[in-house]
Nanobody, 112 residues
Framework: QVQLVESGGGLVQPGGSLRLSCAAS????????VGWYRQAPGKQRDLVAT???????NYATSVKGRFTISRDNAKNTVYLQMNNLKPEDTAIYYC??????WGRGTQVTVSS
């Protein structure tokens, strides 16, 4: 069981970068698969990227090559480095552990 808090969102120009952080507290964080999800207004919440306890990663096709998920278990933190951001990346980004424990999200807005 963990508690998750996202941070790092904001307003960025197209082509810019942001790094999101998901800070966790509680037991067993290092054994959990952690994912980043996003939800735009009027749309479903979609998977962005995941990272397992053994540091295996996967990505949604829409972000592959632009986003990188990583984790630092010593800091109980998972990151999402987002490069070459596009307006369609605008969403609330949520951190998730084991597909059932959620943070409250951080807003990312990509706009000129």
């Amino acid at each position: 069981q963990v508690q998750l808090v996202e941070s790092g969102g904001g307003l960025v120009q197209p082509g810019g970068s942001l790094r999101l952080s998901c800070a966790a507290s509680g037991a067993f964080f290092s054994i959990y698969t952690v994912g980043w999800y996003r939800q735009a207004p009027g749309k479903q919440r979609d998977l962005v990227a995941t990272i397992t306890s053994t540091f295996t990663t996967n990505y949604a096709t829409s972000v592959k090559g632009r986003f990188t998920i990583s984790r630092d278990n010593a800091k109980n933190t998972v990151y999402l480095q987002m490069n070459n951001l596009k307006p369609e990346d605008t969403a609330i980004y949520y951190c998730n552990a084991e597909s059932r424990m959620w943070g409250r999200g951080t807003q990312v807005t990509v706009s000129s």
